[in-house]
């Protein structure tokens, strides 16, 4: 069966300070990968995603940034954190065409102080 | 353009009643996806269903059931003798045949013991 790992589970970094999520998917192959970010009381915005190793599609132009190394890991990172970049992170996963259900993982809760 | 439209903030409702959440989305596409996600305190979100432009039929499973109404463009979520565990976040979500995830802004529910 297929899982995806998130950590760490929570986070509390200065402004200005770098940051570095990792997501990796176990059980499957040449997953579509997907970071979202999820403000306080807010939906759920689409970060980045990316449909194979090297291949990284920005939705929103911001403070951060995303690679995929591996197959199955996909990296959010900041090189300068800001005061809005705050929130919930979660990482999704799905087998693209094949099959468009989005599983995701557990989250990250990051606080910029 | 294409909208998921949850116009239900928050929903409290007392255990054993039965509760409607509202989703209305609107797409040019003929063949689209429709989604429900749970999303309780923890964080994660949890896939419930997929439902696809062609397929009309409503969904029974447990006490959780979908109506899908092509002509107003809604595909509603009920659940049926609600219990405390069902207090969450629920996402309506749709995705064109070719495209990411378009969420709505969630409905949070809370049932009261």
């Known amino acids: 069966s297929q899982t995806i790992h998130q950590w760490p589970a929570t986070l509390v970094q200065p402004v200005g300070s770098p940051l570095s999520l990792e997501c990796t998917v176990e059980g499957t192959s040449n997953p579509n990968l997907y970071w979202y970010r999820q403000a306080a009381g807010r939906g759920l915005q689409l970060l980045f995603y990316?449909?194979?190793?090297?291949?990284i599609s920005s939705e929103v132009p911001q403070n951060l940034s995303a690679s995929r190394p591996q197959d199955r890991q996909f990296i959010l990172s900041s090189k300068k954190l800001l005061l809005s970049d705050s929130g919930f992170y979660l990482c999704?996963?799905?087998?693209?065409?094949?099959?468009?259900?989005?599983?995701f993982g557990a989250g990250t809760r990051l606080s910029v102080l | 353009a294409q909208k998921v439209t949850q116009a239900q903030t928050e929903i409290s409702v007392v255990e054993k009643e039965d509760v409607t959440l509202d989703c209305v989305y609107e797409t040019r596409d003929t063949t689209y996806y429709l989604f429900w996600y749970k999303q309780p305190p923890s964080g994660e979100l949890v896939f419930l269903i997929r439902?696809?432009?062609?397929?009309?039929q409503n969904e029974i499973s447990g006490r959780y059931s979908w109506n899908f109404q092509k002509s107003t463009s809604s595909f509603n979520f009920t659940i049926t003798a609600s219990q405390v565990v069902d207090s969450a976040v629920y996402f309506c979500?749709?995705?064109?045949?070719?495209?990411?995830?378009?969420f709505g802004k969630g409905t949070k529910l809370s049932v009261k013991p």
């Open positions: 979500a749709l995705t064109p045949s070719q495209g990411n995830l378009i």
């Open positions: 439902r696809n432009s062609f397929d009309e």
């Open positions: 999704a996963w799905n087998r693209g065409q094949v099959e468009n259900i989005q599983y």
């Open positions: 990316s449909v194979g190793i090297g291949q």
